[in-house]
C-alpha cells in the first residue's frame, strides 16, 4: 500500500479521497488487494514518517497531502525492490489443493466446477475492464497490469479445465 500511496501523490498533492479515486482508475482494487479504507491511516503514518507533508489541513487529519524528498525516496527503493523481488504469490487455494484428498469425488468435483465458472468470469471481466481502460486513454502500463492479472487467471483455469477429467477419472487425488 505504501508503495501505491507514495506513487499516486508524486502526481501532485492530494487527499485521502483523491488517492482512492486515482487507485480506482487504476483498477489496484483488482490487482493489488487494496484496502480503501487504509488510505488515510497510511497517509498519516507516512506524514509522521517525514514520507508525506500535509499541505492542507483538513478536519479529523483528512488533509492534502504532498510527497517529500524522503518519500521519493522510499518510493524509488521499494519500487527498485519490487522489480527484482521475486516472492510466491499467496493464494489460499493452494492451501485447499494441498487437501484436496479430505473432500469426496463430487464435492471435489462440484468446488472444481464452481472454481472454473468463477474464473471464467475473471478473465473475461478482465477483458471488459481492460477495454474499457483503453477507451478512456489509461496508459499502456496499466493496461499491461491487467494482462498479467488476466493472465494468471487463465492459468488457473487451463489448470482446473485440465483437472476436471483426472478427478473423474480417479487420477487425482
Known sequence: MRVLILGVLLNGPM???GVRRRLE????DVWAS???????????????????????AGKGGKGVYAITEAG?????????KAWHEVRPIIDPFQ?????????????LLSALHGRMAQLK?????MGHIM???HHHGAPGHI??????????????????????????ADELP
Open 15 to 17: 487527499n485521502g479521497y
Open 25 to 28: 482508475g487504476m483498477s489496484a
Open 34 to 56: 487494496v484496502a480503501y479504507g487504509s488510505i488515510y491511516h497510511g497517509l498519516g503514518k507516512m506524514a509522521d514518517e517525514g514520507l508525506l507533508e500535509i499541505v492542507e
Open 72 to 80: 521519493r525516496e522510499e518510493f524509488q527503493r521499494l519500487l527498485l
Open 95 to 107: 492451501v485447499a489443493l494441498t487437501f484436496m484428498d479430505k473432500l469426496e469425488k463430487q464435492e
Open 121 to 125: 468470469m475473471g478473465v473475461e471481466t
Open 131 to 133: 477495454d474499457v481502460k
Open 143 to 168: 493496461r499491461e497490469n491487467l494482462l498479467l492479472t488476466r493472465a494468471m487467471l487463465q492459468a488457473q483455469l487451463d489448470w482446473v479445465e485440465k483437472a476436471i477429467p483426472r478427478v473423474e
